[in-house]
C-alpha cells in the first residue's frame, strides 16, 4: 500500500519562502508522474504542479515562475520549493501523482499571512 508523508508547511510572511517535501513508500515511485496538489479552506483541491519520470514540468498559472518542483528517484522523493509566497498560497498542500491516483496523506498547512 502507498503511503504518502508531506512536511515542511508553516506560517510565512507574505513574499517568504518555504520548501516541501514529500516522501513516498510502497510503490514504484520513478515510473509516476507526480504532482503536488492543495486544497484552500472552501475549495475544491487543485493541481499546482506536476513532474514526470524524466522530469518535464508543468505548473499553474497561479504559480507560475514562483514555485519550482523536483524530485530525486533515488530518494523516493519530491520537493516543492515556494517563493514569493502570497496570502492566497494558503492552503493545505499534498504530494500524489499528478492525477490523484494513490490515497491522500495528511497533507502540510501552509499559511502566509502578516
Known amino acids: 500500500q502507498v503511503q504518502l508523508k508531506e512536511s515542511g508547511g508553516g506560517l510565512v510572511q507574505p513574499g517568504g519562502s518555504l520548501r516541501l517535501s514529500c516522501v513516498v513508500s510502497?510503490?514504484?515511485?520513478?515510473?509516476?508522474?507526480m504532482g503536488w496538489h492543495r486544497q484552500a479552506p472552501g475549495k475544491q483541491r487543485e493541481l499546482v504542479a506536476g513532474?514526470?519520470?524524466?522530469?518535464?514540468?508543468n505548473y499553474s498559472d497561479s504559480v507560475k515562475g514562483r514555485f519550482t518542483i523536483s524530485r530525486d528517484n533515488a530518494k523516493n522523493m519530491v520537493y516543492l520549493q515556494m517563493n514569493r509566497l502570497k496570502p492566497e498560497d494558503t492552503a493545505v498542500y499534498y504530494c500524489?501523482?499528478?492525477?490523484?491516483?494513490?490515497?491522500w496523506g495528511q497533507g502540510t498547512q501552509v499559511t502566509v499571512s502578516s
Open positions: 500524489n501523482t499528478q492525477a490523484g491516483n494513490w490515497a
Open positions: 513532474i514526470t519520470s524524466g522530469g518535464n514540468i
Open positions: 510502497g510503490s514504484i515511485f520513478s515510473i509516476y508522474t
